[in-house]
């Protein structure tokens, strides 16, 4: 069975995220490392790196990522929010090593002066430069598929793949696909004849042992429209059958799988649980 988890909030600690995933059995969480919405973040104390850890030792938790601030844009033409969002993200990679994190996920950025070749090559500039600040860390950066709202990269594998060949340590470079946003930048993910094209045509430009992880979202926008809205597993234009087909591909049978939809009603257990019972339903496959 893959690992199911949630992102969950840090409100009142950062170990409080490891406690809301295992009251919810899962196998791997998310978080963000500082609020994602704001450029300073709280220093992590002692104290914060203590109490997560000792959470983390008893728990039942098998994989643990990061998700990068909204703010952070490694691809911005602009040379003063280029280096501001670098400074963020090294930030962003001590504060995951502090907590022993295994991801921190990231989205590659926007070209918001529409160039997107050098919107590419900045964001690959700005990893190497990432690396050589954080040497031998155990924690591995994962590039995340966009749906390409306006001027965003990565809505096309093409993007990807180009920034982990321009990089001069893709080694360090892993990718984590967004079900929901793929589905709205035009990557059919059902039926089952459309999901294998995809992850065919995924293993043809980036490569499948490049993906690592997956956000397991439902969209309320349609296909294509390239606008990023989640919404509840089966409730959306995806419907479950992309979740079905996902969930029992035997490539993927270890893989971490991250709710990122809203919270409200507690939401996140009946999420979990569709997710649980469609593996093993392999009806035609
Ligand atoms: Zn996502
Ligand atoms: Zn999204």
Redesign the pocket.
């Known amino acids: 069975m893959p690992l199911f988890g949630a992102h969950m909030s840090i409100a009142g600690g950062y170990f409080k995220s490891l406690v809301a995933a295992q009251e919810h059995d899962c196998q791997a969480v998310q978080l963000f490392t500082k609020n994602n919405n704001q450029w300073a973040g709280k220093t992590l104390s002692g104290e914060d790196i203590r109490l997560f850890r000792h959470n983390w030792q008893e728990s039942n938790l098998q994989v643990s990522l990061a998700h990068d601030s909204y703010l952070i844009n490694l691809a911005s033409p602009d040379e003063t929010l280029w280096q501001r969002s670098l400074e963020a993200f090294v930030i962003e990679m001590e504060r995951a090593k502090a907590l022993g994190l295994d991801y921190l996920v990231m989205h590659p950025g926007a070209a918001v002066d529409g160039d997107e070749k050098a919107g590419l090559i900045r964001v690959a500039r700005a990893l190497d430069k990432v690396y050589l600040r954080c040497p031998k860390y155990h924690v591995k950066i994962l590039l ?1 598929t ?2 390409g709202q306006g001027t965003s990269l990565g809505h096309r594998f093409e993007h990807l793949a180009e920034i982990i060949n321009l990089s001069k340590n893709p080694e360090s470079l892993g990718i984590c696909l ?1 079900t ?2 793929v589905f709205a930048a035009g990557y059919p993910l059902a039926p089952v004849k459309e999901y294998r094209a995809t992850m065919k045509a995924f293993d043809q430009i980036i490569g499948l042992d490049r993906l690592l992880a997956f ?1 397991v ?1 439902d969209s309320k926008k349609t296909f294509g429209s390239r606008v ?3 919404a509840h597993i089966g409730q959306g234009c995806l419907g479950l059958e992309p979740f079905r087909l996902l969930v029992n591909d035997r490539k993927f049978r270890k893989h971490p799988m991250i709710l ?1 939809t809203p919270k409200e009603n507690d939401m996140d257990t009946v999420n979990l649980k569709t997710l649980q019972d469609l593996v093993g339903n392999t009806r035609n496959l």
Request: glycine share 0%; hydrophobic share 10%; with cysteine.
């Open positions: 995340e966009t749906a967004d929901c946003h956000h979202n990023d809205r989640h990122e």
